[in-house]
Each structure stands twice: as structure tokens, then as C-alpha cells.
């Protein structure tokens, strides 16, 4: 058991909703916030920069263009890192690795039209995984919007059903409102994706300026009282079946310590949602490991046991309940969430407590009561020992779960692990070990291919003193490739394994599972050189098929420094098991591929 766990007080200016990693207070990074200047003439532009820098701001990934030129010659004087992609989306996404492995927001520049809705994707994707993502773009003179100008769009129009909030900037004046608050919103409550779209016109717009105001910080937590937390203990300590299911909102809050804490001292067995995985040690004793759609058969067995189940910063997403009217088929249900939204959206709670979840725990923490749960606990073991998850081959680099097997073995738990979407992000979701929050990094809700590769340059950028692994497949590794000339210009310490099966291996699956074997459109029938493409871009590339010895050439690419592409083919046939059928039950998930099995 470990010792209490605490975490300091919250402020409102030091650390972000959901207690991402903590932000220096405004005065340490600033001084005085009121303390007054000489009057200065500055571009919006340059305003701008200056309070993106006051924001704690010191790396944009981005593209220029037309429209946003201003920002970009305004940057070139400043101590901001410029990122160049190669493609809008991939720096949305460089963005959003950078935020997801900080927890603080970061910023990506587009220009307008095209470069705006290239970004779009990235938007969505932070939209749905809850990430303080800054989207900034260019837009055409205010004169001549409407008018079907060049490279024009609607981009105020097209953020809106995917932020949490946008603005269409109308003077460079209203920048000194615009910027904090703009940060105060993608980091308070549920963190999330803020769009700033700014005309040309406003970015050359000269205004004298004295002070400067306060950086924009997260809003204080929502109030929870302890009423309601005794009345949540108390339904825990009455059930006699009752697990935990433990989501992304834990790690927003910064509160893996606490849980581990809370679930140690309530014997309270624990699953994890697929943005969860890593509040939990996957060797930890009271770990499930990831429920739903892919999750290990016993897993979901012990869902329809369970009598209680305390979700904790979860959305109750469709991936993780299967059919809902058949999951936790005799539970009642408890949501803790920032998020008053997700309150009874897709399951209704006997109870329901919107805060801070790191909040709740907190209290709980003080005033629990130490139980155990020993008949349910040796219940739980038998579901474990009679219904184990399967990970056939995990003794073969050249099979799926065995070349994650042997990545794991060579680097130690300091890695920082990405994945893009497909077989491999679920073969590695179910084998990989992970031992912390933060070490693993996907795209969830959105489920975007082409998200690992710029991902995991975000997360080499922000944490360069570890080495980051990207784990992708053929059809995803396609999406941003581009992104290879990225990696090698900065010459970051970053792995990507690809799994190649020369297919869209989801996708035939499906076909092969659910529609008669009829694959369509699911083979790639030229197949692309990877090792060859990534040295083309200017990083180091091999093909564990083509070395002597696998294991030795793979430990000698993860250890050697800068970015390399290592090649794994494995078969077209393999699949991931067990697997949930598109609106099935999670308890009639396929384990095998069997003609019983499929139906």
C-alpha cells in the first residue's frame, strides 16, 4: 500500500483545469501583471507573439502562407521555436503531442483557406480527446471577407461544432482580450481546442500599447463538497461487487497518485478506458487493464459481475460500453466528471458529482475508511485465471504482440510510447506495460490515422530528454509521412516501428469478420519502401526482414541517437482478439476467428 496521497493546493493561476502539469504562476513568469510600460507602437502581430510569449509559450509548430506572413516575420524576432511541418494537420498534431505530454496548451499556426481547413482534423481530434490546443490562422483582409477572395473560407464557421470556443478577431486591440481568455477557456473545466482566426489587416494594424495583461489561466474548480463524497464512499463500501473505471480525466487532473491511493485502500479492482491506460501499472494488482471493444476477455467479465461501477473522469465512450443496455448489465452507476454534459448522457448514475476529479479524491482520500473485498477480489482472480488475454506469439519479433514485446524489453519505462490508429494501436494498448500517466499518448475519440507520426514528434520536442516511440501501420504511416523531413531536421530521439502488413489491417479484419471475407479496397498493391522513403527524408531507415539478426539490429536502431524507421513485416491474417462487433454486447465478444465466432 502506498502512503496517503496529496497534491498542493490548487491556484488559479498555477496550474491548469484538471490539474495539468503545472504552470509557472503569471507574476514568477512576468513580474507585476498591472506594472506599467513606456507606450509602445506595435503591429498586431507582434502583439500577438509577445502575449503568446507571456503565455509561457516557447514552441508554435506551424506553416506559413499568405495570411498569416505578419505573425511569421513578427516571430522571426522572437525567442519562440518555430516548428516547420510539412503539412498543416501534422502541425496541428505536433501541437497536440507537445500538450498531451505537458498537460499545458500549445499553440499551431496555419495560414487561411486551405491552410486552415488542413488543420481542421487535428482540431476535431483535440476537440474529442479533451487537449488545450491554441489553433491559430490567418484570414483575409476583413474588407474582403465575403467577397470569395483567394484561399477565403469560412474558417470561423468551420471550428465552431469542433472548439470549445472561437473568435474572428476584429482589431488588433481586442488581442490583449482574445489571447488570455482564449487560454483560460482550453484549459478550465474540460480542457479542449480554442481557434483564433486573425485577418491580415488586423495582424499589420499598428496600436500603441502600455501595459500588457495578466497571461489567461485556468478558472478555480468547480465546488464539491463532502457530503457528496461520504455519500459516494458509502455506496462503495455497501457494494459488494464493485470496480472502478478510471479515465483520461484522472490524468487531466493529475491525480494518478491519489487513485492509486484510493483504490489501494477501498480494494477496489480498477479498469481502465483506452485514455486511461498508465493511471495503473499494468502489473498492479487491482488492475483490470483496458475494458471494451478490444479488452481482455475477463475484463469485460467482470463488468457483468460488478454491482457497482464508479466511473472517474470517463465519458462512457461506445468503444469502452459495447451496446449500453447490456453493460454492467447489474451495476447501478456513480460519475465523477469536470463535465456537467457527460452527467447522464449515455448511463444514468445513481449519483453524480461534477468536479475536479483529483478534487473528490482528495477528500475521499482524508476521510475513508480502509475495507477489503476479499471474496470479490478472489472472484476476480478466477475471471483472470480462466479467461486470460491471449497474446499468441509474443515470443516472435515477427509477429505483432512480439515485436511490442521486444521494443518494451529494450527501453526502460522513461519512453514515451504514441501510436497512430488501427491493429497495432490496440495490439499495443492491450501488451504494451505501461507504468505512468502521460507515457502514452493516442488518438481516442476521433480514432485519426496519421496521428503517431507528427504526435510523436510533438512529444520529442516537449521532452527531449526521452526517447520517444511511435508505433504505426502502413495505411496510418501514409497519412503524414511527410513528416519524416520534420523529424530528421530537428534530429530528435524518435523510434517509429511500423507493423507491416502491406494493408488497411482493421479494415480487413472487419471485411474478413463481419462481411463474408469480401475484401475490398483493403490491399496496397504497391507496396512503398519504407526504410527507403525515411532515409529519403533524411533519417536512418531498416527492415528487421532483411538483418541477420533482428533483435540485435532492433536494439541498435533504439539505441542509436536521432530519428529511425524500423520495418517489421508481419502476416496480412493477423488479427487482433478479442474483438467487440460494431453495436454487440461486450460479454459476446469474438476471441477467435471461427465461423461461430463471426456470426
Known sequence: MTELATRPKHSTAAQSQHGHAHEQTQSEVHGDPKTTAETRELSGAQLLIELLERQGITCIAGVPGGANLPMYDALSGSDIKHVLARHEQGAGFIAQGMARVTGKAQVCFASSGPGATNLITAVADA????????AITGQVPQAMIGTDAFQEIDTFGLMLPITKHNYLVRSAEELLEVIPAAFELALSGRPGPVSIDIPKDVQNEKIELGSMPAPGARLPDPVVTEHEVDDMLSRITAAKQPVLMIGGGIVYADATE?????????????????????????????????????????????????????????????????????????????HVDIDNSEIGKVLQPVQSIVADVGNVLEIANRRLQPQS????????????SDHPLQLDGSDEIFRPYGAIAAVAELVDSSANITTDVGQHQMWVAQAYPFE?????????GLGTMGFGLPAAIGMALAAPNQKTI?????????????????????????KVIILNNNHLGLVRQQQTLFYNKNLSAVKFEQRTDFPAAAIAMGMAGIDLSECENPREALKQALNEPGPCLINIPIAETEMVF?????????????????????T
Open 127 to 134: 476537440h474529442l480527446d479533451s487537449i488545450p490546443l491554441i
Open 258 to 334: 491519489l487513485l492509486r491511493y484510493f483504490a489501494e485502500q477501498m480494494d477496489v479492482p480498477a479498469v481502465q478506458t483506452f485514455m486511461g491506460l498508465g493511471v495503473l501499472p499494468s502489473d498492479h494488482p487491482l488492475s483490470l487493464g483496458m475494458l471494451g471493444m478490444h479488452g481482455a476477455p475477463f475484463t469485460n467479465l467482470v463488468l457483468e459481475e460488478c454491482d457497482l461501477l464508479v466511473g472517474l473522469g470517463v465519458r462512457f465512450d461506445d468503444r469502452a460500453t459495447g451496446k449500453v443496455a447490456a453493460f454492467c448489465p447489474n451495476a447501478e452507476f456513480i
Open 373 to 384: 473485498n476479499e471474496q470479490w477480489q478472489q472472484r476476480v482472480a478466477q475471471l483472470k
Open 436 to 444: 505512468r500517466p502521460r507515457q502514452w499518448i493516442s488518438s481516442g
Open 470 to 494: 511511435c508505433f504505426s501501420g502502413d495505411g496510418s504511416l501514409m497519412m503524414n509521412i511527410q513528416e519524416f523531413a520534420t523529424a530528421a531536421e530537428h534530429n530528435l530521439d524518435l
Open 578 to 598: 478479442p474483438m467487440v462487433a460494431p453495436g454487440g454486447a461486450n460479454k459476446d465478444m469474438i476471441v477467435s476467428e471461427t465461423p461461430e465466432a463471426a
